[in-house]
């Protein structure tokens, strides 16, 4: 299959290209620093281009069968950034008619997630979940054949294969996974479309 991976300089974005690759996949990375990526696989295509910005998204989405997104901005404070991207970003694939998108959200947004994590996500945590809960709006409302994955605190353990995952919620006791298990995931769930236009929560 042919990917588009938007957040791919990040931990999670590294590690999506990682798997990708290894799975035989041909991967495109859509990057604002692509020097970032200089000592990435030759197997990755890279690409110079803001991914909030739909005359750059759209020609890196060209011939693509999906978007793996880990894009996220990297701040406690209250940012137009989540809107912003995920309004160029579903704008780009109507124009680039790729329908197929898997997107990294927060477990914040779950109900689920017990008490110390509802006052976290109220408090230290909120704007990040309320910027991730507008990024989820805008994707659900659009015509495309999503799923949103909803991991909890991300670590940078090894990859083990053991993760779970519900819909709708997260699963029981589920605090962690390593960001290469979510990597994981969002590949199995690339290839096999089990939880199409589903909220997923992943976790160890």
């Known amino acids: 299959m042919k990917f588009l991976i938007l957040g791919a300089t990040g931990g999670t974005g590294l590690r999506l290209i990682d798997a990708a690759i290894r799975r035989g996949h041909e991967v495109t990375a ?13 197997r990755l295509q890279v690409l110079a281009g803001d991914p909030m910005n739909v005359d750059h998204l759209i020609p890196a989405l060209s011939g693509k069968d999906a ?10 404070r209250s940012t ?21 998108l898997l997107l990294v959200s927060v477990a914040l947004l779950f109900r689920n997630i017990g008490f110390t994590g509802y006052i976290v996500s109220h408090t230290l945590l909120r704007n990040i979940r309320a910027g991730a809960g507008r990024m989820e709006s805008i994707v659900e409302s659009a015509d495309l054949d999503w799923t949103i994955v909803r991991p909890p605190r991300l670590t940078n353990g090894p990859r083990t294969g053991t993760y779970r995952a519900e819909d709708g919620y997260l699963p029981s006791r589920g605090f962690v996974i390593s960001r290469a298990d979510l990597a994981e995931f969002m590949l199995s ?16």
């Open 67 to 76: 978007v793996l997104s880990a894009f996220g901005p990297q701040t406690l």
């Open 30 to 42: 859509l990057v604002r620093s692509p020097q970032k990526l200089a000592n990435a696989d030759r």
């Open 80 to 100: 137009p950034v989540w809107q912003k991207f995920a309004t160029s970003l579903v704008e780009g694939m109507k124009a680039g008619e790729v329908r197929r």
């Open 189 to 204: 769930e690339a290839e096999q479309n089990a939880h199409v236009r589903r909220i997923v929560g992943v976790a160890a």
